[in-house]
Nanobody, 124 residues
Framework: QVQLVGTGGGSVQAGDSLRLSCTAS????????MGWLRQAPGKEREFVAV????????RYADSVRDRFTISRDNAENTAYLQMNSLKPEDTAVYYC?????????????????WGQGTQVTVSS
């Protein structure tokens, strides 16, 4: 139904910033909470951030809180992840994904559609 395309990854130095974008097509964008999740080399996929359908409620993993900011523009069917003060441990493939409701969830099992992933590499 809904399809997601995530962009904006790249290779940066520690302390730099990146902004990821995720554009959705199909479905009704505002009816889905949108999340960002990541998978580092040799690690399991983990939750990063999520935003409710209306953009009011935001939740973050402890590891990124106060450094990353999730936002969305429903008129453009796009979600964003602003990543500041990047650390080498942030290196991962970042995926955007839709939650199966408008309410944000930390649980990976609640995400039903996934983008292709975009690589973020942070060097020290």
């Amino acid at each position: 139904q809904v399809q997601l395309v995530g962009t904006g990854g790249g290779s940066v130095q520690a302390g730099d910033s990146l902004r990821l974008s995720c554009t959705a097509s199909g479905g009704t964008f505002s009816r889905h909470a949108m999340g960002w999740l990541r998978q580092a080399p040799g690690k399991e996929r983990e939750f990063v951030a999520v935003i409710s359908g209306g953009g009011v409620i935001k939740r973050y993993a402890d590891s990124v809180r106060d450094r990353f900011t999730i936002s969305r523009d429903n008129a453009e069917n796009t979600a964003y992840l602003q990543m500041n003060s990047l650390k080498p441990e942030d290196t991962a493939v970042y995926y955007c994904a839709t939650v199966n409701s408008t309410y944000p969830s930390h649980s990976i099992s609640d995400y039903d559609t996934w983008g292709q992933g975009t690589q973020v590499t942070v060097s020290s």
